[in-house]
T-cell receptor
Framework: NAGVTQTPKFRILKIGQSMTLQCAQDMNHNYMYWYRQDPGMGLKLIYYSVGAGITDKGEVPNGYNVSRSTTEDFPLRLELAAPSQTSVYFC????????????????FGPGTRLLVL | GQQVMQIPQYQHVQEGEDFTTYCNSSTTLSNIQWYKQRPGGHPVFLIQLVKSGEVKKQKRLTFQFGEAKKNSSLHITATQTTDVGTYFCAGGRTGGGNKLTFGTGTQLKVEL
């Protein structure tokens, strides 16, 4: 299994441009997440999905959009890139059978480093 | 909203010294997980604690979950250069779905 994969690894955008960060997992996990990590900081949840066709906002959703048409893929769309979106973006996935009280272990991809100039 | 703070933010130790990072949540947690992120890498799961007062060990690492399930700690005995990285706690909340709130992280540097 490749686990969680992300493309691209690194990208430079100009202000106002748009792009899609790709994320895929081959573990048949139902939950997927997008986080951003600013230098020296923790992880902030942008969006998450509990299954194909279902997405919801996290802590910092403004300026981003997501879709989940399949179990495997969870792309993150940036519209009108701004310097404040310069960050490292991590995609993660987890599996939950539902009904549990505890959050399950998350498996992270290698990240996409984005620079907006 | 829920906040999870970690202290210290940075720690430099000499190889062989011990290291502890503390994690405090503003709300009661259903469980807590610990992750390690090597420089330039991605977070990797270390362990999960679920029960009040739980203590778990992994070789030189000892993890504790507070009695009130609002705090946790990670202690590393006799640090090695391979311990270098940032350690994050992440709390789950009952009724919070499968989401985790990550702590601010503690960056550990180990000098020879």
């Amino acid at each position: 299994n490749a686990g969680v994969t992300q493309t691209p690894k690194f990208r430079i955008l100009k202000i106002g441009q748009s792009m899609t960060l790709q994320c895929a997992q081959d573990m048949n996990h139902n939950y997927m997440y997008w986080y951003r990590q600013d230098p020296g900081m923790g992880l902030k949840l942008i969006y998450y999905s509990v299954g194909a066709g279902i997405t919801d906002k996290g802590e910092v959703p403004n300026g981003y959009n997501v879709s989940r048409s399949t179990t495997e893929d969870f792309p993150l769309r940036l519209e009108l890139a701004a310097p404040s979106q310069t960050s490292v973006y991590f995609c993660a996935s987890s599996y939950s059978m539902g009904g549990g009280r505890e959050a399950e272990t998350q498996y992270f991809g290698p990240g996409t480093r984005l620079l907006v100039l | 909203g829920q906040q999870v703070m970690q202290i210290p933010q940075y720690q430099h130790v000499q190889e062989g010294e011990d290291f502890t990072t503390y994690c405090n949540s503003s709300t009661t947690l259903s469980n807590i997980q610990w992750y390690k992120q090597r420089p330039g890498g991605h977070p990797v799961f270390l362990i999960q604690l679920v029960k009040s007062g739980e203590v778990k060990k992994q070789k030189r690492l000892t993890f504790q979950f507070g009695e009130a399930k609002k705090n946790s700690s990670l202690h590393i005995t006799a640090t090695q250069t391979t311990d270098v990285g940032t350690y994050f706690c992440a709390g789950g909340r009952t009724g919070g779905g499968n989401k985790l709130t990550f702590g601010t992280g503690t960056q550990l540097k180990v000098e020879l």
